[in-house]
């Protein structure tokens, strides 16, 4: 099992950028796809991007294309969220997912990530 911690997070004004990272332990980085969720006040988690083992990809939600760009450092264990041109409805709670294995067809499913951060929040104020 490999554990997860986000940072990164915080309060920035439409338009600004945050970069979020999470750091992996506990079991080998490399072998993992990873991507990044996030869940919003009364709202269902959903996707927002997706890098595979050997920097596969990577993979975004129609909502964030062009604005975000993930990458992964596999020396340092480490995720990265680029946020920019950030809008209100970008805020939310960003919680990274591991998976030993995902397809294609279920690479935007939650379900397929085995495991999670706790979550960092990403509040944009208009």
């Known amino acids: 099992q490999v554990q997860l911690v986000e940072s990164g997070g915080g309060l920035v004004q439409a338009g600004g950028s945050l970069r979020l990272s999470c750091t992996a332990s506990g079991s080998t980085f490399r072998r993992y796809d990873m991507a990044w969720f996030r869940q919003a006040p009364g709202k269902e988690r959903e996707f927002v991007a997706a890098i595979r083992k050997n920097n596969g990809g990577p993979y975004y939600a129609d909502s964030v294309k062009g604005r975000f760009t993930i990458s992964r450092d596999n020396a340092q264990s480490s995720l990265h969220l680029q946020m920019n041109s950030l809008k209100p409805e970008d805020t939310a709670v960003y919680y990274c997912?591991?998976?030993?294995?995902?397809?294609?067809?279920?690479?935007?499913?939650?379900?397929?990530?085995?495991?999670w951060g706790q979550g960092t929040q990403v509040t944009v104020s208009a």
């Open positions: 997912a591991a998976s030993s294995s995902t397809i294609l067809s279920t690479i935007r499913n939650s379900g397929a990530y085995g495991n």
